[in-house]
DNA sequence: GAAACCTATATGCGCGGCGCACGTAGGTTC
DNA sequence: GAACCTACGTGCGCCGCGCATATAGGTTTC
């Protein structure tokens, strides 16, 4: 009877809540986010992030923020997200996972060592 | 006109790659190589891996091998696979994209720094 | 000035990967 | 002999994903 491990972030959830790690984000800001941090090499569909980022809400990974600075700037369109303090947790397994991977693929010489 | 990156490998596909970097393996060799490496948080289905297996081969990342070498400890039902020259490059730059977006973790202090 | 593009969010649809169950089968353990 | 391990594989249903499309206001380009 092990504490019963959270289901795994698939990864275009992992690269959401990374992006929501750095603060706040609506929508559209995480797509472009994403896609440059990743340099080509991961295209975020709108559909894919959209229905993504609602199924993190419904896990009560990420919440909606009524977040609505009086700045006139702002596009009156966005929807602001944030991380929760559970989403927090999983993003953080998640990245020990995968820095468990990485360190695996260099023992196994798939990267250069002194990276 | 980018060279036209490869489509990116699937976890469950790295991690069999990841395996069969370290040498020949037969499938159910995999299967407990991959559960062992990542401790209990992954676990591979039999179904998804043979079949994975089945794509990796027909993508032209994996190879089965003729090897039956003469030793009567080998179960002759095991079917060995290695990987070829570009599964080991499609594994190469899916470990250098996971380097860096746990890089970014990192930054976005989702792991330890010192790790 | 309209055609093209960017910002911003969202749905429709079809394919296929995956989890789970099951099948086969010989060997070992209790 | 029942249960379990090794070893390979198929059947099936769900649903996540990629791609297309919808909506709509603002800006840039020819």
Avoid: K
């Avoid at 995480?30 to 941090?37: A, G, K, M, V």
């Amino acid at each position: 009877m092990a504490p019963e491990s959270p289901p795994p972030l698939r990864p275009i959830e992992f690269e959401i809540l990374l992006t929501l790690a750095g603060g706040e984000r609506h929508g559209y800001a995480i797509l472009q986010e994403t896609e440059e941090r990743s340099q080509g090499t991961l295209r975020l569909e709108t559909g894919t992030m959209y229905r993504a980022l609602r199924r993190l809400v419904e896990a009560g990974l990420a919440r909606p923020t009524e977040r609505r600075q009086p700045d006139p700037q702002d596009d009156e369109r966005r929807r602001y997200y944030a991380i929760t303090a559970e989403g927090r947790r999983a993003a953080e397994l998640e990245a020990l996972r995968l820095s468990r991977l990485v360190a695996a693929a260099r023992s196994a010489r798939l990267l250069p060592l002194g990276t």
